[in-house]
Each structure stands twice: as structure tokens, then as C-alpha cells.
Antibody, heavy 119, light 110 residues
Framework: QVQLQESGPGLVKPSETLSLTCTVS????????WTWFRQPPGKGLEWIGY???????NYNTSLRGRVTMSVDTSKNQFSLKLTSVTAADTAVYYC?????????????WGQGTLVPVSS | QSVLTQPPSASGTPGQRVTISCSGS????????VSWYQQVPGTAPKLLIY???LRPSGVPDRFSGSKSGTSASLAISGLQPEDEADYHC???????????FGGGTQLTVL
């Protein structure tokens, strides 16, 4: 059974960089695409971007320029960095596996981690 | 403002059949497949339907999906109290070159 677990600081200050890591267990990070989402309190889901095991990325155009994703196959982890954060970036952040790069649906999700942006 | 449009709320009584709609455009639903996710408040979304109408292993057949043109629907038959959750539709968008979601529909089982 594949499991994903987000980790990172619980609080980020405005203008700083949000950094999260997703650790994959129960399966290899190779072969699949991996993705990040976020969900502001009381709102819907927003796709942030994806990365594959080769490091190929695609980011949401609304966040492009602030987002960077990376992968570490030796640790079975992939990471997210979001720069110059504001209160609008306060959200629960989820990592997930892309089950198919043709249909882009997501079969395994992390439990999510709330990242408040506040001074 | 979400790219895909869902009703903010839906409701039904136990045993009833409920349908949730998801409306898009030719750049997303019209040319791509739709997936649906169930999210109990405070928990992560769970894949319910993919490729418009396919159910992952373990999802009851009470849940079904369909697509016609630029719209998709999720139907839940034999509604049960544990179906009370938020439901999200998603699809790839060729114009935005990314995944887009509906705003989510909060389902209440009366």
C-alpha cells in the first residue's frame, strides 16, 4: 500500500519561502508523476504542479515564478518550495501520486499539512 | 473563481439518488477525462471516479460517473449518512496546461 506523508515547518512568515517535503513509502517514486495541491480554509482545491522521477516539472501558471519542485529518488521524496509567500498562501498542502499521466487523476494522497502564513 | 462549475451544495435523504454536476469547456471536460474526489471535512480527498466513469477498487457501485459534451455528473444512489462530504470534480485543461477543479459541492444527508 502506497503512503505519502507531508512534512515541513508549521508556520511561515510573510515574504519568506514555504518548503515542504513528501515522503513516499510502500512503493518506488520512479515511474510515476507526483503532484502538489493546496486548499485554503473553507475553499476548493488548487493544483500547484507536478514533477516526475526524472525531474520534469509543470507548474500552475498562476504560481509560476514562485514555485519550484524537486525530487530525490534516493530518499523516495519530492519537495515543494514557494517563495515570497503572503497570507493568501495560507492553506492545507497535499501531496499526491498521479495515477496516469494520460488522464491525470490522483490515486494516493498524503494526509495534508496546514501551513499558516503569519508574522 | 474555479474553472469548472459545481453547485455549492446538494442534499438528499437516506436511500435517495443524488446527482452533482460539473460544467466546463472544450479545453477541459470537452476534450479530456473527468475525475471525482470525495473529501470528508478535515481529511484528504479520496479518488472516487476516474476516466469519467471508472471506479477504483473498493469504491461502492452506488457511485457512478458520466460525461456528455462539456459537462460531467456524479450520481450517488442509495444515499447513506456516511456519504455526507464535499465532492470535487477535476480535469486537465489544454489551454491552461494544468489540472483544474470545480469549487466543490457540499453534500448533506438529511
Amino acid at each position: 500500500q502506497v503512503q505519502l506523508q507531508e512534512s515541513g515547518p508549521g508556520l511561515v512568515k510573510p515574504s519568506e519561502t514555504l518548503s515542504l517535503t513528501c515522503t513516499v513509502s510502500g512503493g518506488s517514486i520512479s515511474t510515476y508523476y507526483w503532484t502538489w495541491f493546496r486548499q485554503p480554509p473553507g475553499k476548493g482545491l488548487e493544483w500547484i504542479g507536478y514533477i516526475n522521477f526524472r525531474g520534469t516539472t509543470n507548474y500552475n501558471t498562476s504560481l509560476r515564478g514562485r514555485v519550484t519542485m524537486s525530487v530525490d529518488t534516493s530518499k523516495n521524496q519530492f519537495s515543494l518550495k514557494l517563495t515570497s509567500v503572503t497570507a493568501a498562501d495560507t492553506a492545507v498542502y497535499y501531496c499526491a501520486r498521479v495515477a496516469s499521466s494520460t488522464t491525470f487523476h490522483f490515486d494516493y494522497w498524503g494526509q495534508g499539512t496546514l501551513v499558516p502564513v503569519s508574522s | 473563481q474555479s474553472v469548472l462549475t459545481q453547485p455549492p451544495s446538494a442534499s438528499g435523504t437516506p436511500g435517495q439518488r443524488v446527482t452533482i454536476s460539473c460544467s466546463g469547456s472544450n479545453s477541459n471536460i470537452g476534450g479530456k477525462t473527468v475525475s471525482w474526489y470525495q473529501q470528508v471535512p478535515g481529511t484528504a480527498p479520496k479518488l472516487l471516479i476516474y476516466s469519467n466513469s471508472l471506479r477504483p477498487s473498493g469504491v461502492p457501485d452506488r457511485f457512478s460517473g458520466s460525461k456528455s459534451g462539456t459537462s460531467a455528473s456524479l450520481a450517488i444512489s442509495g444515499l447513506q449518512p456516511e456519504d455526507e462530504a464535499d465532492y470535487h470534480c477535476a480535469a486537465w485543461d489544454d489551454s491552461l496546461k494544468g489540472v483544474v477543479f470545480g469549487g466543490g459541492t457540499q453534500l448533506t444527508v438529511l
